[in-house]
Structures are given as C-alpha cells and as structure tokens.
T-cell receptor
Framework: KNQVEQSPQSLIILEGKNCTLQ??????????LRWYKQDTGRGPVSLTI?????NTKSNGRYTATLDADTKQSSLHITASQLSDSASYIC???????????????FGKGTKLSVIP | KAGVTQTPRYLIKTRGQQVTLSCSPI?????VSWYQQTPGQGLQFLFE???????NKGNFPGRFSGRQFSNSRSEMNVSTLELGDSALYLC????????????FGQGTRLTVV
C-alpha cells in the first residue's frame, strides 16, 4: 500500500528562524515528489516538484531535498515569515504507464505556526 | 489565465440528500482529479478523469461518482449523504496524465447535518 508519513505533525517557530520538515514514503512506481503549501480553507499550492534524478530544488526561501534510495525528503524553510504559517503537505506521485493514469498519495501534513 | 474553478464554495446538506460539485480545469488541461480532505484523514484521492474517461479510482464507496465532459469540466456526485461526508472537496487539473504538476482549486466545503 502506498503511504506517505510526515513529521512533525505540528511545529511552532519564531519569526526569522529556520525549520526543516520531514517526509518518508513508500510509493511504487515512484514518479515524483511534491511539496505543497496549504493555507487554511484554501487549495494547496505547489512549492517544489522533484523527479527521481533530482536531489535538491529551491523555490525562494524553500529548499526541498530528495533521497530516492532511502525514500526520504525534507523541506527546509529559511528565515521564516509570519506568512509561512500554513500546512505543508508532501505528495508522492505514482504513474501507471500501462493504464495511462497517475495517482497522488498525500501525507497528512505538518502544521507550521510562525509567531512574532 | 484563469485557475481551477470549483463551485459552489460552500454547501450545507442534510443526511440522505445527494449533492453535485463542479470543477472547471485550467484551459487546455485535460486531466481532472478529485480529493476529499478531512482533519482526521488528510487528503484522500477519489478519482481521476482524462478525456471523459475515469482512469483511476480511490477507495471510496459507490455513493461517490464523477464524470467529465468534452470540455474537460468535471462533476462529482455524492448520493445518500452521511455525516462523515462533511469535508473539503478539492479538484486538481493537469495537462495530461503524465503532467508533473497538478493545480488545485479552492475547494468546496460540504457540511452534512
């Protein structure tokens, strides 16, 4: 069964500090791993997407890493801002080329609160 | 370029009723997928459509169904609503089934009373 586990479940940090969120997955056949940011009551917004051959990708203050051997990913947020308060969701995609379809498996997310 | 549009944004229904939610994907996108999000379970995959055909289906009862029209717009229907169906329903669109990125709509918040 495809699964994505995220840790921690929630995190509170001071504005300006850095933090790292973790994602472990067992998804097959692996196609890509995505990190999404979801503000309360809104749809998720993509931060980074990494395929099997990529091990790091940045988007401004967000840097994601991927270790396909250990099936682990992390999202590092630098110099946090109040607007970073949101849920961060790790999503792993499996592509079934024979059926011509794909399926996303979602982690339950890490709820980040940035306080002044 | 308009994003993914879901209607309605909010909906209140009573147990036993049925409901239809609508999703208009980004222009040119042909793949639409649907997800249910609850505080306890997080996001769960419902089904995915491409070119009016359901390509993949999650582990939900038959009360949950969907369809896609020739213009790629999609609807999902839930019949005989239960209290546990209260959730945020999200749809996402992609260029095609191999697209790397899925763009999400704002969701429809369904409350069953």
């Amino acid at each position: 069964k495809n699964q994505v586990e995220q840790s921690p479940q929630s995190l509170i940090i001071l504005e300006g500090k850095n933090c790292t969120l973790q994602c472990n997955y067992t998804v097959s056949p692996f196609s890509n791993l995505r990190w999404y940011k979801q503000d309360t009551g809104r749809g998720p917004v993509s931060l980074t997407i990494m395929t099997f051959s990529e091990n790091t990708k940045s988007n401004g203050r967000y840097t994601a890493t991927l270790d396909a051997d250990t099936k682990q990913s992390s999202l590092h947020i630098t110099a946090s801002q109040l607007s970073d308060s949101a849920s961060y969701i790790c999503v792993v995609s499996a592509v079934y080329s024979g059926a011509g379809s794909y399926q996303l498996t979602f982690g339950k997310g890490t709820k980040l609160s940035v306080i002044p | 370029k308009a994003g993914v549009t879901q209607t309605p944004r909010y909906l209140i229904k009573t147990r036993g009723q049925q409901v239809t939610l609508s999703c208009s994907p980004i222009s040119g996108h042909r793949s639409v997928s649907w997800y249910q999000q609850t505080p306890g379970q997080g996001l769960q995959f419902l089904f995915e459509y491409f070119s009016e055909t359901q390509r993949n289906k999650g582990n939900f009862p038959g009360r949950f169904s969907g369809r896609q029209f020739s213009n790629s717009r999609s609807e999902m229907n839930v019949s005989t609503l239960e209290l546990g169906d209260s959730a945020l329903y999200l749809c996402a669109s992609s260029l095609d089934v191999t697209a790397l990125e899925a763009f999400f709509g704002q969701g429809t918040r369904l409350t069953v009373v």
